[in-house]
């Protein structure tokens, strides 16, 4: 869609056009008088903003909110322009470094005040944000926790249970059950979540990571700026404390109730608030990225782009693509653009024939969304480019720290290998390796009857998507839930045949041809995991009795599962269940440590089963 420009001639902007377009220091000096005029509260409502949590410009005694600054700026320097509140504008440093440029002082309040701790008796809430995750971009920008049911418009603690009943059934509902329910949801997200407790948001946009965060205020009810047209006017103000944390990083029985269904629900796991936040204590989530390069364009590119670095602080490089095909998704490229604007430290890290870790300023997709003056002059104009990322900071690395220290954003706790610094994807969406994220795999007990051998001679598990009546299996979906990196036991025919450790994540894939048992060969789920098998079996007898209630599932006193968790068939079916998570360093779930431990030393020996060659799969 075409915007317009200050002067008011149509331009074809993109979204992210504002990123490149100046905004003089007179434009912000006149947004200050605008601020100072009046009530600053109606002020910042007005423009759709609100008081800000972390970074304050000073200016002659005076304390303004950066990002409703800079925004109130913008509009004044292209008062034709649909307002940047609109475009992607976010807080913290991609705003405050513009700020910086015009000589203003910035403040951060948030390092300036002690780090936020819950109260004594603290507890620990599950807050979704929209039925499909669709309000988590507002729930982090704005550092609050939400629920929906906007139709009603303002309540707040003067509203009773009774009347919130009486609005939904005036909504169509007429399932007292129902009423009963989501009346509950709303009465308890005014009145029982308190500032001090402990929030867990479990991602629908990025599946198997969750978000936790402490109640800093009193409920609030706003439909005015970021929060206009969506289904998300009852907040409540969050410190975000670990923003996309793998779900490897919390204990298993924390974990199951991120599955419980509903807008919120209490945790009443024993010491879920400790647990929950040590979950995000020592935690480098940040993903950063590996750009490729090659001598076909010069073997001066590197040069090129450092001598422009020098010359103007930054410099923008560009990936080799379409802007109507990105090189990357929209979820990684707004992931990137939240870290920058929370000032969190993102690399970019150059491979090829010389390598490099950058230091990443900003992100855009679009040329036209770019400082033509920061691109060096060897670009071809007629070249397309998919992705563009603004660097500084150029430093030289050796290729080996690379695979060293990084690993894949999919595959936690898996080195980043040659083969990904070699092949045709680029850039490649990496994490720094060595955090807590890295030391833990899961271990995951697999029953598999008669498929054993043929699953072990492939090198895979599979499981189907659907039974022969249409219904699915939960059991089969946990496959999806593995992760490079974790370890499986095998059983089949009353003992532990093999353990085994899952090197790729899951993927859509029909049943593999040579795959046993009596399944059809619709889709399904695939896992490649490398077997060691024991010479010497581990007969379920050998575990003892005591290890199994201390592990819980997926043991009983009778057998190896729960109806309530796994399933297990004497002929075919293919049951997953956890086993427990395991931490290397300092296990929570001896038993499982215990089991590994002895399922490893039943033999002198572990034979490694390698996938028959000519399988197509």
């Known amino acids: 869609m075409a915007e317009t420009s200050g002067s008011g001639d149509s331009t074809a902007t993109t979204p992210d056009g504002w990123r490149s377009k100046p905004v003089s ?57 649909v307002p940047i509140r609109e475009r992607g504008l976010s807080g913290g440093r991609s705003v405050t470094r513009k700020l910086e440029a015009l000589g203003f002082e910035i403040k951060s309040l948030r390092a300036a005040s002690s780090p936020p701790a819950p109260r004594s008796n603290a507890r620990a809430w599950i807050i979704r944000a929209g039925r499909d995750g669709e309000d988590e971009d507002v729930a982090r920008h704005e550092s609050v926790a939400l629920i929906g049911w906007s139709e009603f418009g303002r309540i707040g603690p003067e509203t009773s249970r009774d009347e919130l009943k009486e609005m939904l059934r005036n909504t169509g509902e007429d399932r007292e059950r129902s009423i009963d329910a989501q009346a509950s949801s709303i009465y308890r997200f005014i009145h029982d979540v308190a500032e001090g407790d402990v929030v867990v948001l479990p991602l629908q946009s990025q599946r198997h990571h969750a978000s936790v965060g402490i109640v800093r205020g009193p409920f609030e009810y706003r439909n005015d700026g970021p929060f206009e047209g969506r289904d998300a006017h009852y907040h409540r103000p969050v410190d975000w404390l670990g923003w996309a944390l793998p779900y490897e990083r919390f204990e298993q029985d924390l974990r199951d109730g991120f599955g419980v269904p509903g807008t919120l629900s209490e945790i009443h796991k024993d010491d879920a608030v400790r647990r929950l936040l040590a979950a995000t204590e020592s935690v480098d989530e940040a993903i950063h990225l590996v750009v490729k390069w090659s001598m076909q364009y010069g073997a001066n590119t590197v040069d090129e782009h450092r001598k422009a670095a020098d010359e103007e602080g930054e410099v923008w490089w560009g990936l080799i693509g379409s802007a109507e095909r990105p090189k990357l998704a929209s979820k990684w490229v707004e992931m990137i653009r939240s870290q920058l604007a929370d000032d969190t430290s993102t690399h970019v890290y150059i491979s090829g024939p010389t390598c490099w870790s950058t230091e990443l300023v900003d992100i855009a997709i679009a040329r036209d969304d770019v400082e033509s003056e920061l691109i060096p002059s060897y670009y071809p104009a007629e070249l397309e480019h998919g992705l563009w990322v603004k660097l500084t900071s150029f430093e030289s690395i050796d290729r080996s720290w690379l695979t060293e220290h990084l690993e894949l954003a999919s595959s936690p706790g898996k080195p980043l290998s040659d083969g990904a610094l070699s092949n045709q994807t680029n850039p490649l969406i990496v994490r720094r390796g060595g955090t807590q994220t890295g030391q833990t795999r899961r271990v995951w007990w697999v029953c598999q009857g008669i498929t054993y051998n043929s699953a072990r001679d492939l090198g895979v598990l599979w499981a189907p998507k659907t039974a022969k009546d249409g219904s699915g299996r939960a059991f089969w979906r946990a496959l999806e839930d593995t992760r490079a990196g974790d370890l499986v036991l095998h059983y089949a025919e009353g003992q532990i ?79 997953i269940s956890p086993s427990g998570s395991h931490s290397w360093a300092s296990s929570q779930r001896p038993a499982t440590a215990k089991l590994v431990r002895l399922s490893r030393m039943s033999s002198l020996r572990l034979r490694r089963w390698r996938p028959r060659s000519g399988r197509s799969i």
């Open 497 to 575: 045949r093999a353990v085994s450790a899952i090197t790729d994540e899951a993927i859509d894939a029909p049943r593999p041809d040579g795959l046993g048992g009596e399944w059809g060969d619709g889709d399904g789920w695939l896992v490649r995991t490398e077997y060691r098998e024991l010479s010497d079996p581990l007969v379920l007898s050998a575990i003892p009795e005591e290890w199994r209630i201390a592990e819980g599932r997926p043991f009983t006193k009778q057998g190896p599962s729960s109806r309530a968790t796994s399933f297990r068939s004497p002929t075919h079916s293919l049951t």
């Open 25 to 81: 220091r007179d434009s912000v000096l006149a947004a200050m008088a605008e601020l100072d005029r009046g009530d600053r509260d109606d002020a910042l409502a007005r423009h759709g903003f609100r008081h800000a949590r972390d970074y304050v410009v000073l200016h002659d005694g005076g304390q303004y909110d950066s990002k409703a600054l800079y925004g109130i700026a913008y509009g004044i320097e292209y008062p034709g322009e």
